[in-house]
Antibody
Framework: QVQLVQSGAEVKKPGASVKVSCKTSGYTFTGFYMHWVRQAPGQGLEYIGG????????KYIQSFQGRVTMTRDTSISTFYMELSGLLSDDTAVYYCAGENFSDSFKKFECWGQGTLVTVSS | QTVVTQEPSLTVSPGGTVTLTCASS?????????PNWFQQKPGQAPRSLIYSTSNKHSWTPARFSGSLLGGKAALTLSGVLPEDEAEYYC???????????FGGGTKVTVL
């Protein structure tokens, strides 16, 4: 079955960078567009951006432009999201979420378990 | 900045029916927004329930249904069970510079 397994919790100082991984299994790697979403403590879900597994084309929302980089390593079926210039407001659980784009339905289908990133001095 | 609005909270009795809605600040929600709905319980990752307005995943219980209602996307829970108590989020597709936007979430209490 489809599985997305994310890397473990991180604690970072303000101004540092963090790189979260999302290892996929159970499907053809190029079958799912990978989105990244975050959730601050006690808050709702916030969309960050996504990456096409075939082409590597990325799309980030404006508020993260210049600070976020999404990549993928097709050889090990893994996606990455790196966020730089961390602020305390970046403290959140970060999720990868797979969209099955084998058809035209824009079907969000599977989620990673989440990675807690804590930014603290 | 596009805003997607959901009811902050709703309460429903066991066995009852409740409808959650998802509105866009840009106007009426249509099928072209490909509404997705997710359920999230405390301490857990979100779980996908509905995609493209009304389509269910293989794991989505039959009591959940999606639709368009009065210019909004809607999620209806029929024959509610205690285990349906959770936060529910909608997600709309806009393309362009802000491709996807989440609603603020609806906390459903079963009481």
């Amino acid at each position: 079955q489809v599985q997305l397994v994310q890397s473990g919790a991180e604690v970072k100082k303000p101004g540092a960078s963090v790189k979260v991984s999302c290892k996929t299994s159970g499907y053809t790697f190029t079958g799912f567009y990978m989105h990244w979403v975050r959730q601050a403590p006690g808050q709702g879900l916030e969309y960050i951006g996504g990456i096409n597994p075939e082409t590597g084309d990325r799309k980030y929302i404006q508020s993260f432009q210049g600070r976020v980089t999404m990549t993928r390593d097709t050889s090990i079926s893994t996606f990455y999201m790196e966020l730089s210039g961390l602020l305390s407001d970046d403290t959140a659980v970060y999720y990868c979420a797979g969209e099955n784009f084998s058809d035209s339905f824009k079907k969000f289908e599977c989620w990673g378990q989440g990675t807690l990133v804590t930014v603290s001095s | 900045q596009t805003v997607v609005t959901q009811e902050p909270s709703l309460t429903v009795s066991p066995g009852g029916t409740v409808t959650l809605t998802c509105a866009s600040s840009t106007g009426a929600v249509t099928s072209g927004y490909y509404p997705n709905w997710f359920q999230q319980k405390p301490g857990q990752a979100p779980r996908s329930l509905i995609y493209s307005t009304s389509n269910k995943h293989s794991w989505t219980p039959a009591r959940f249904s999606g639709s368009l209602l009065g210019g909004k996307a809607a999620l209806t829970l029929s024959g509610v069970l205690p285990e349906d108590e959770a936060e529910y989020y909608c997600l709309l597709y806009y393309g362009g510079a802000q491709p996807w936007v989440f609603g603020g979430g609806t906390k459903v209490t079963v009481l």
